[in-house]
């Protein structure tokens, strides 16, 4: 019989949310008792997760989950291969730390799926987002802006006198041909615009939760697989109890099992340990303990267009990979200064959305003036092999904000396996192409199509067996080259959400003592990067818990 483990609280996954929330309600509740369950390793000290090169090398090595999904009729019957952090401090040691919070209206989308509770809007959020953040200028407004938080948040141009990338100009100049407006402050509530890249660097290294966030006092198992949840039977709704590790032992949890596993995994965990849709339990004899048909339904992801550029004469510097930024700081961070959100006109989305079939209060909300659905990067390096490394290329990403396909995550056809059934559906909805070909559309017209970025672009790289794409290609050329090479950011969200699955104290519905929190909860996608915003749910998460205890 294995020896069993008690603590009042038992977290499972150790990734970004795990280790801030583990850190946070240890502080919170200084006399209860913290165990987080991390199913990788530990990285230190054998992997480089501080550094840009290193956190690329991380990419398909053993702290990444690498999981592989079915094909995907929408993308050309392309199976894809998803990133996900398989070690302590989860996807915030994968990352590459870009820092912005979603678009005001996102969050009111969350408040308004939850029958309007304003915990989960942009205003109830606010406080949250500042406790986590140590922003760069102290003059900055306080009223959006946080200074004594884990995470320090700096634009690219201040983050060292020598970081300076020979094209930030002319690319300011040439969305400003376009009539692109500067943004000065992206966290005031509004992404749309040309704004700074803001990152959480630090020194030159990244910041991993579990290194920002105190792990002291805290208890922690690392390369632990949880197999399943246990709950026992009670007069009521059934209770979780503790967890059963995949080498058979059993941890207790006198007050709540917490589920912060991440997306892709939180939902397999749920359904595995009897939690989800009768027939899928059934079909796979598994015994039910709760209907709940949501689970695993409602996945996203931020689907995007990556393409590359030939610079002409190579010789002037203009990308890493050139002597002329040889300089470290060149790569103490992300190589790009530039983030641009954009909105559609209105008769493109109307059309889309009548195509969609999307009517009511989502039609209304999506149709706000202002609303941000693309989001468009230049770096000044390949970021992808088969490229040459001697400053001649820069990539682009062209991202959606508000994808509107939605996936499904279950169970594999071996339960026990820790790798789940993922049918993605990207790019399945005619708002999603519309949006994504506008977005591809502004972009060959920044690169190829202004004065100010004529003497630098020489033209597309297409990827082998494509042609370039250039400012007299179609719409159905743009399209047929999304669907051939388009993938997600790795931003997975939204199967386990809160209003069908979890409530707004992130309780799964129909169980006692078990919670979840991780980016599976977000019921509804939000613009920017979502790590500024998952640290903001896991704050309130902690008041939240701590409030109860």
Not at 370 to 384: I, K, M, N, Q
Not at 445 to 467: A, I, K, N, Q
Request: hydrophobic share 35%; aromatic share 8%.
């Amino acid at each position: 019989m294995a020896e069993s483990t008690t603590f009042d609280y038992v977290i499972i996954g150790g990734g970004l949310s795990g280790c801030a929330l583990a850190s946070r309600l240890k502080h919170s509740l200084p006399d209860r008792s913290v165990l987080v369950i991390e199913a990788g390793p530990d990285p230190a000290p054998e992997h480089d997760v501080v550094t840009l090169l290193g956190g690329f090398a991380l990419q398909g090595s053993a702290l990444d989950w690498q999981f592989r999904t079915a094909t995907t009729p929408s993308t050309a019957g392309r199976a894809h291969t998803l990133t996900a952090g398989k070690t302590l401090g989860g996807g915030s040691v994968l990352n590459y730390g870009g820092w912005s919070r979603g678009d005001g209206p996102d969050y009111e989308t969350w408040a308004a799926r939850l029958g309007g509770d304003n915990r989960w809007s942009y205003a109830g959020l606010l406080p949250y987002f500042k406790r986590s953040e140590r922003y760069y200028d102290p003059d900055a407004d306080p009223n959006y802006h946080g200074f004594e938080g884990p995470m320090k948040v700096t634009p690219v141009k201040a983050s060292h006198v020598n970081r300076k990338y020979p094209l930030r100009y002319p690319l300011e100049r040439a969305w400003t041909e376009l009539g692109t407006k500067k943004n000065l402050d992206p966290f005031a509530g509004r992404l749309t615009g040309l704004s700074d890249y803001y990152e959480n660097w630090e020194d030159g290294k990244r910041r991993p939760s579990h290194v920002a966030y105190s792990l002291d006092e805290v208890a922690v198992k690392t390369s632990c697989p949880v197999s399943q949840i246990l709950f026992e039977k009670t007069r009521g709704d059934p209770k979780a109890t503790g967890v059963k590790l995949e080498n058979g032992q059993i941890i207790t949890a006198k007050k709540e099992v917490i589920l912060s596993a991440g997306t892709l995994q939180s939902p397999r965990l749920l359904l595995r340990s009897g939690v989800g849709e009768p027939s899928v339990l059934s079909d796979r004899n598994i015994s039910l303990v709760q209907s709940l048909p949501g689970v695993g339904q409602q996945y996203f992801d931020h689907f995007a267009l990556f393409q590359w550029f030939k610079l002409k004469d190579p010789s002037r510097g203009l990308a890493l990979g050139h002597p002329n930024l040889s300089d470290p700081v060149f790569v103490a961070g992300m190589p790009v200064d530039w983030v641009v959100n954009e909105g559609l006109p209105r008769d493109i989305l109307e059309k889309a959305l009548d195509e969609d079939g999307v009517t009511g209060r989502e039609r209304e909300a999506l149709l706000q003036p202002g609303r941000v659905f693309v989001e468009t990067l230049v770096l000044y390096h390949p970021l992808a092999p088969g490229f040459p490394n001697d400053g001649s290329i820069v990539c682009t990403s062209v991202m959606l904000t508000l994808p509107s396909s939605r996936g499904r995550v279950s169970l594999p056809q071996d339960i026990d396996s820790t790798n789940p059934h993922i049918e993605p559906n990207y790019f399945t909805t005619a708002l999603d192409r519309v949006c994504l070909i506008y977005g591809a559309r502004r972009l060959l017209r920044l690169m190829l199509g202004t004065e100010s970025m004529r003497d630098f672009v020489e033209s597309e790289v297409p990827p082998p067996g494509h042609t370039p794409l250039t400012l007299e290609s179609s719409d159905n050329e743009i399209e047929n080259r999304i669907r051939a090479i388009g993938v997600a950011h790795f931003h997975a969200a939204g199967s386990c959400p809160m209003g069908s699955v979890v409530d707004g104290d992130l309780r799964v519905k129909g169980v006692q003592g078990l919670r979840i929190c991780d980016a599976s909860i977000f019921p509804a996608p939000v613009g920017g990067h979502p790590m500024a915003s998952l640290y903001g749910v896991v704050e309130q998460a902690a008041d939240i818990i701590a409030e109860s205890a």
